[in-house]
């Protein structure tokens, strides 16, 4: 079975400041693990993804990621937070054995102030 | 074109109304999704369709009805539908699996807002 938690429902963060978002997962075998971005009333955006290989995932907007497998997490990070960064993050993951099935995280609202 | 479109952009129907959501991708994606998504919660997976086939069903109701005419096309018939239904549906399409790839991102699409009265 797959499971990933995202344990802060709510990120508050001024502009300039560094953001993180959280996410641990669970799986069984290799984790394939994706973050997505929600705009209101829009659909999910991808923002990057963890295969194999580099611990440090570079994706869209200036965003990375941080795979750590001793600590099952994945945690969002963007050095310089912008207030167009206020949004909706999902973190998923995705067995090697369960296509076409995501476990999406709770999803972390992230607040940027000016 | 990198794309999923979704229409129409809000829809509201009453609880004996037949009514359809349309999806498109042009991408040459075989793998077409339906998740429903209530306010800030995450998405719900309903449908998975591949090579035009139901390939996963996460015991809908049988009053949403899929249907994929083909490879670029993804359709969810709707027809007796509960309050308890209104909701954001969201479509979405990734690559097929092959050789056992199996960590190809969805791209979605801006969903389709389902008031029910």
């Known amino acids: 079975a797959q499971s990933v938690a995202q344990p802060e429902d709510q990120v508050n963060v001024a502009e300039g400041n560094p953001l993180t978002v959280k996410c641990t997962y669970s799986v069984s075998g290799n984790p394939y693990l994706f973050w997505y971005v929600q705009y209101p009333n829009r659909g999910l955006q991808f923002l990057l993804k963890y295969i194999t290989g580099d611990n440090l995932v570079k994706g869209s907007y200036g965003f990375e990621a941080e795979f750590n497998k001793s600590q099952t997490s994945f945690h969002l990070k963007k050095p310089s937070a912008l207030v167009s960064d206020s949004a909706l993050y999902f973190c998923a993951v995705r067995e090697t054995d369960s296509w076409g099935k995501f476990q999406f995280g709770a999803g972390t609202q992230v607040v940027v102030t000016p | 074109d990198t794309e999923v479109t979704q229409t129409p952009k809000h829809l509201v129907m009453g609880m004996t109304n037949k009514k359809s959501l349309k999806c498109e991708q042009h991408m040459g994606h075989r793998a077409m999704y339906w998740y429903k998504q209530k306010a800030k919660k995450p998405p719900e997976l309903m449908f998975v369709y591949s090579y035009e086939k139901l390939s996963i069903n996460e015991s809908v109701p049988s009053r949403f009805s899929p249907e994929c005419p083909n490879s670029s096309l993804l359709n969810l018939h709707l027809h007796a539908l509960q309050p308890e239904d209104s909701a954001l549906y969201l479509c979405?399409?990734?690559?097929?699996?092959?050789?056992?790839?199996?960590?190809?991102?969805?791209?979605f699409g801006p969903g389709t807002r389902l008031t029910v009265l």
């Open positions: 979405a399409s990734s690559q097929e699996r092959t050789s056992g790839r199996l960590h190809n991102e969805q791209f």
